[in-house]
């Protein structure tokens, strides 16, 4: 079983869209029982805080529901749990890296490196461009469920 786990700044716009969009994506291959997803937070102002609105109207305009989830800090013990933490922009990546204390097993990567351009996920919190971030997100997470499927 392969376990990912999507971080952004609050866990309530990109990385829960990665989380539910990879979940989906599985689902329809096939391979859900081959895979444990979820996502997390690099800050704890969001924690417990639900999916933000425009979030969840996203993922719903393409038929996926995340109800339930609620915004989770990442912590250093998840380095462990999980075989991929997947970032959504560098800044992420920085403080995934002070929270787990490095990456000596090279388990972190951003999501846009599994596409062909590799950047950041569009942030959607500043902007409102939630169809953007929507292909980020898709692009990525298609990206990586490919590499995974190869491995």
Known sequence: ??????ICH?????SPMAEFVMKDLVKKVGLEGQ??????????EEIGNPVYSSARRKLAEHGIDCTGKTARQLKNSDYQKYDLLIGMDRANLRNMYRICGGDPDGKMHLLMDYTGRPADVADPWYTNDFETTWRDVLAGCQGLLDVCKES
């Open 10 to 14: 609050g866990n309530i716009c990109r």
């Open 1 to 6: 079983m392969t376990s990912i786990l999507f």
């Open 35 to 44: 895979f444990h997803i979820e996502s997390a937070a690099t800050s704890t």
